[in-house]
Nanobody, 115 residues
Framework: QVRLVESGGGLVQAGGSLRLSCAASRSILTFESMGWYRRVPGNQRDMVATFTGGGSTDYGDSVKGRFTISRDNAKNTVYLQMNNLKPEDTAVYYC?????????WGQGTQVTVSS
């Protein structure tokens, strides 16, 4: 059973920072890719930041220069450092892991940025 558990969401003022964590139930080195997505109600789930094959990173255009994805292999945890948050970053943030062609998702964590 693969489980991904997010934490670290909350309410923050515009310009502030948050760090999200995603703890996996197995070694994150076994995943083909891991990353963060977000969804605003009524919209599709959009990619925020991912580790792609070979350990390279990819970011959504709206977060480049503000968000940073990182990982701690020993803790089986992926992080998302979010700086200079904007009200439009308000969404539910999901951790994703791709393993043997299957997508696994966490339960999501709410991030709300007030203006």
């Amino acid at each position: 059973q693969v489980r991904l558990v997010e934490s670290g969401g909350g309410l923050v003022q515009a310009g502030g920072s948050l760090r999200l964590s995603c703890a996996a139930s197995r070694s994150i080195l076994t995943f083909e890719s891991m990353g963060w997505y977000r969804r605003v109600p009524g919209n599709q789930r959009d990619m925020v930041a991912t580790f792609t094959g070979g350990g390279s990173t990819d970011y959504g255009d709206s977060v480049k220069g503000r968000f940073t994805i990182s990982r701690d292999n020993a803790k089986n945890t992926v992080y998302l450092q979010m700086n200079n948050l904007k009200p439009e970053d308000t969404a539910v943030y999901y951790c994703n892991g791709k393993l043997y062609g299957n997508d696994y998702w966490g339960q999501g964590t709410q991030v709300t940025v007030s203006s």
